[in-house]
């Protein structure tokens, strides 16, 4: 849960060389007992997530990473990890120490790397007060990023350094998931599945999400299970402004709900929190085009093993090959083994990035639209094979989140799907491939 809920901060990277003081200066920066560094090299290979709430910066994760040296086989795997941090990094901050005038080699490949990749960055020197003012001021003014000194001895320069992050902390996008589809005075109501498989006594992390954002907006938020769902809409006063389904079953659902009352549905609302909602529903023009001996790409954010994925990973593959209409060449890639190309394959499904944050979705996003490859997430194809795709966007539509284009594109899609035999797959899809909406 918390892994969860930490993707949608803004997450800021600390880096340097050994014992140059991340983690002091994350400690004096977040206030709130992080851990300390091992003073053993090559204890700590693995970087280390801090929550941190602070002011001016606001809800923030610190990423506190190994520290680098040059050569041996320490340094290598040390230089892999820092690859797969900056896919999650939105501000930078390179440690320097003052003590030693030069920067290595390694710290100009990752300043390189940074501007390459248009990670904002902002170097700090440590242990300021262990060398000559003159000559520190002189380092700070010589310096092509935005630099300031700092002791974490007496706390020198922290607060100017918080002030500095607040105004590089990059617009991490959407950030809501609700709010802004809704208004003060509106009644919520979101419809779990009757045989809901969350651990007992919790939520889905989106469901807590728009808890928390109706709240916040005002609103009336109601949860209620599919089952109850018909008695649930009669027994209001005043129809619900919008219903958010997390549903097995659109088809019985859209009937349930009348057409008056906007429906959309959670993967959708994550779909576009966490990536490029309209890039996710043009992706379906590729699943309407997959052809036999086409291959896809099954990705997911998560290493683990989810509780859907048995339904999920047994029946996807099925699905896609009925609706390509025989055999596809299916490769799945998980938690950071994302691929750096996709070139080769012809659509990419992916999971609902719960467990990434937005920079990291947006940029496998970036890579399939750089290789020409369509990237799909679960919510979206899980809706558009139950023709539900449509309605659903209807709220975003109206919210403009989504152009009229959209409309077009979704009837061309279902028509290249429905003079393909599409009632295959979907009687395929009803009861057997229901985990993916759940996970969305």
């Not at 402004?241 to 079953?249: C, D, K, W």
């Not at 028509?415 to 035999?421: H, L």
């Amino acid at each position: 849960m918390q892994t969860a809920q930490r993707t949608r901060q803004a997450h800021i990277a600390v880096f340097g060389r050994l014992h140059v003081g991340k983690s002091s200066l994350i400690h004096a920066l977040a206030g709130n007992g992080a851990a300390h560094a091992s003073s053993v090299p090559g204890t700590n290979v693995e970087p280390v997530y801090v929550p941190a709430d602070i002011l001016p910066l606001g809800r923030s994760v610190f990423i506190d990473t190994p520290g680098f040296q040059e050569g041996g086989k320490l340094g290598e795997r040390v230089l892999d990890m820092i690859d797969r941090v900056l896919d999650q990094t939105d501000v930078a901050i390179l440690v320097l120490d003052a003590t030693v005038p030069e920067i290595s080699s390694v710290e100009y490949r990752l300043l390189t790397t940074l501007a390459q990749r248009e990670i904002p960055v902002v170097t700090v020197v440590s242990k300021a007060d262990a060398v000559d003012k003159a000559a520190l001021e002189s380092r700070l003014n010589s310096s092509l990023y935005p630099s300031l000194a700092v002791s974490v001895t007496d706390n020198s320069g922290i607060a100017e350094l918080r002030l500095l992050l607040k105004e590089m902390k990059p617009d991490i996008g959407q950030e809501t998931v609700v709010s802004d589809l809704v208004n003060a005075g509106d009644i919520v109501m979101m419809v779990v599945p009757s045989d809901y498989e969350a651990p007992r006594g919790q939520l889905h992390i989106f469901h807590s999400h728009v808890l928390r954002e109706t709240l916040d907006a005002g609103c009336l938020p109601m949860v209620v299970r599919e089952s109850e769902l018909p008695l649930a809409i009669t027994a209001l006063t005043r129809p619900p402004a919008l219903v958010i389904v997390e549903s097995t079953n659109f088809e019985r659902i859209m009937r349930l709900v009348p057409p008056d009352i906007p429906l959309t549905s959670l993967s959708l609302l994550a779909a576009r929190q966490k990536g490029n909602l309209s890039e996710f529903v043009a992706a379906v023009r590729a699943v309407a085009r997959l052809r036999p001996g086409d291959s896809v790409l099954i990705a997911e954010g998560c290493s683990h093993r989810p509780l859907f994925e048995e339904a999920a990973h047994a029946r996807l593959p099925m699905l896609l090959r009925t609706l390509a209409g025989g055999p596809l060449h299916i490769h799945s890639a998980k938690g950071n083994a994302f691929p750096d190309s996709l070139r080769g394959y012809h659509l990419v499904v992916h999971c609902g990035a719960c467990m990434l944050n937005r920079r990291d979705m947006l940029r496998r996003q970036a890579i399939g639209k750089r290789d020409g490859v369509p990237v799909i997430n679960y919510g979206v194809l899980s809706t558009y094979m139950n023709h539900a795709l449509p309605r659903v966007l209807a709220p975003l539509r109206q919210n403009g989140a989504l152009g009229p284009e959209f409309d077009s594109l979704i009837e061309t899609a279902n028509a290249a799907s429905e003079r393909r035999g599409d009632s295959r797959a979907r009687a395929l899809h009803t009861g057997k491939v229901d985990a993916l909406e759940a996970h969305g």
